[in-house]
């Protein structure tokens, strides 16, 4: 009897493992400057045309999970909007670039999520460049290890604007223009899940975005308009060592001896995108709505 060959994509992968190389970046921080360089392009992963003809805006798109999932939805046949903060332009000409090789075209929006005209313009930048939007990504966010009675207005203020108003305003401003058959994802948490330790307004920030997910899935029922989350473990992302209550040391051991999983390692961008276009896709998501889906690296 003949052996069946093991194919590439049936094989594990072998990513990066803890310990990285220490390393400390002023927040936001850039993904350019990390070591080692995430997996975002999903060499292994096979499109299918999901999201052909579709708009889809992913803020935070210039790095990290939101930069995988831009180029993931772009392989997949949807032009692209990103949003990202001025600092981080340079990593999100990066993105830019490599969507438009694929012959799908990307619109790089400089905002700021903390302040609510923002979160209007660059829905209506997606308007003005598209006339539509199917998938609004709500990516984007801010993060801060801290004890609590370390926690300031200033760090407060910032991470629930970004990471709560922020989402709340996109979806205010893109809802009543999004048509039937269109979807909204958040990126949420495990530590939205359970909690973490030195992570209490992130935390709580996380919870709510679950929260909102399920509440909006149900309002949003009669529009046809699909609300679900994805809630990452550990990620290597340009969020962990600009975290400015992790130490160089810290960064190193992330995914293993910081915010671990049993997997033992931090996942890479690429591990998570495939569930947001999942999410994205009505061939594959029709009859999902109001789900906060963990990939956590079995964590539970």
């Known amino acids: 009897m003949a052996t069946r060959t093991q194919s590439q994509a049936s094989q594990p992968l072998q990513e990066p493992k803890p310990p990285f190389p220490p390393q400390r970046q002023q927040p936001p921080g850039l993904e350019s400057d990390l070591d080692p360089a995430p997996h975002w392009k999903g060499e292994r992963y096979k499109p299918a045309g999901k999201l052909e003809g579709m708009v889809a805006l ?3 798109g210039d790095s990290g999970i939101g930069r995988s999932v831009a180029y993931h939805f772009a392989r997949e046949g949807a032009d692209v ?3 990202c903060l001025p600092e981080e332009d340079s990593d999100a000409k990066v993105v830019r670039e490599a969507i438009e090789a694929l012959g799908r075209k990307c619109e790089v929006v400089e905002n700021d999520l903390r302040e609510a005209e923002a979160c209007d313009a660059i ?3 997606a308007f003005e460049a598209f006339g539509r939007l199917d998938v609004l990504v709500h990516n984007a966010a801010w993060q801060n290890r801290k004890n609590i009675e370390d926690l300031s207005e200033e760090e407060l203020d910032a991470t629930l604007k970004v990471n709560v108003y922020g989402f709340l305003r996109l979806a205010r401003a893109a809802v009543p223009r999004m048509k039937p ?7 949420g948490s495990v530590v939205g899940l359970h909690g973490a330790e030195r992570l209490p307004d992130y935390g709580a920030t996380k919870g709510a975005i679950h929260a909102i997910v399920r509440s909006l899935s149900q309002e949003l029922v009669d529009k046809q308009i699909r609300v679900n989350a994805v809630a990452p473990g550990p990620v290597w992302t340009p969020l962990n060592p600009s975290d400015t209550g992790l130490s ?7 995914g293993k001896d910081v915010g671990g999983a049993p997997l033992q390692r931090p996942a890479q961008p690429e591990e998570l995108a495939p569930a947001y276009v999942y999410l994205a896709s009505n061939a594959d998501s029709s009859y999902v709505t109001g789900v906060i889906l963990p990939v956590t690296g079995g964590e539970i």
């Open 58 to 60: 992913v803020t935070g």
């Open 248 to 254: 160089a040391e810290d960064v190193s051991k992330f």
């Open 81 to 83: 909007v990103i949003g």
């Open 123 to 125: 829905v209506e930048r």
């Open 181 to 187: 058959g269109s979807s909204i994802i958040a990126t």
